[in-house]
């Protein structure tokens, strides 16, 4: 997994690279614009997600500020759990709510200090791993309801003919209504007993 700097500064693109590199991320995107950030994660496009798993976006920028790009990254259903630290050399205020609301999940303060921006990647990533599983046990628990059909209750069956009277009054033959509530398919043997009294030796 990668990790993405946009920034329009050379200084501070480089500044960032080396202290995450020095911190054991290997693979480390650079870009110069949110434009260009665009491109990395292929949002001009449908095609397959880029394999980002945290953005430090820079928040002033010349052709597009940091907020902006973030909200359009956020509006792509694929990145909309994609953790985005905002780097800023104002100090927290009023663009915090702004930043927040447009989907950053915290934010980091020039000059870069290592710790900080280490400690608060750190914690932004352990959340979108923890998000990432709860979401795939989410998906596997919804997958594994789609796939069983259980029958609770009473059901009302005619005592002789042994037809079932569904929530609409309707009557089914066991077969058809078994069918159409379950996953169960029949094959129809005859019992022992029944071939005893059918074709008796």
């Given at each position: 997994m990668s990790i993405l700097v946009v920034d329009d500064s050379p200084e501070t693109r480089s500044a960032l690279q080396l202290i995450l590199e020095d911190a054991g991320y290997q693979q480390v995107l650079?870009?110069?614009?949110?434009?260009?950030?665009?491109?990395?994660?292929?949002?001009?496009n449908a095609s397959a997600p880029a394999d980002v798993e945290l953005v430090l976006m820079d928040i002033m920028m010349p052709d597009m500020d940091g907020v902006e790009a973030c909200r359009r990254i956020k509006a792509d259903k694929r990145y909309r759990d994609l953790p985005i630290?905002?780097?800023?050399?104002?100090?927290?205020?009023?663009?915090?709510?702004?930043?927040?609301?447009?989907?950053?999940?915290?934010?980091?303060?020039?000059?870069?200090?290592?710790?900080?921006?280490?400690?608060?990647?750190?914690?932004?990533?352990?959340?979108?791993?923890?998000?990432?599983?709860?979401?795939?046990?989410?998906?596997?628990?919804?997958?594994?309801?789609?796939?069983?059909?259980?029958?609770r209750g009473i059901l009302p069956i005619c005592a002789q003919c042994k037809k079932i009277r569904d929530e609409r009054g309707q009557w089914y033959t066991v077969e058809s209504y078994i069918k159409g509530h379950t996953e169960v398919d029949f094959s129809h043997v005859i019992c022992p007993d029944c071939l005893d009294k059918q074709f008796p030796r």
């Open positions: 650079v870009a110069e614009s949110a434009h260009e950030a665009f491109q990395r994660l292929g949002l001009a630290l905002m780097v800023t050399a104002m100090k927290a205020g009023a663009f915090l709510a702004t930043a927040f609301a447009a989907g950053a999940v915290d934010y980091v303060t020039k000059p870069i200090k290592r710790l900080e921006l280490l400690t608060r990647m750190s914690s932004a990533l352990k959340l979108k791993r923890e998000m990432d599983r709860r979401k795939a046990r989410e998906e596997e628990l919804e997958q594994a309801m789609q796939e069983i059909k259980v029958l």
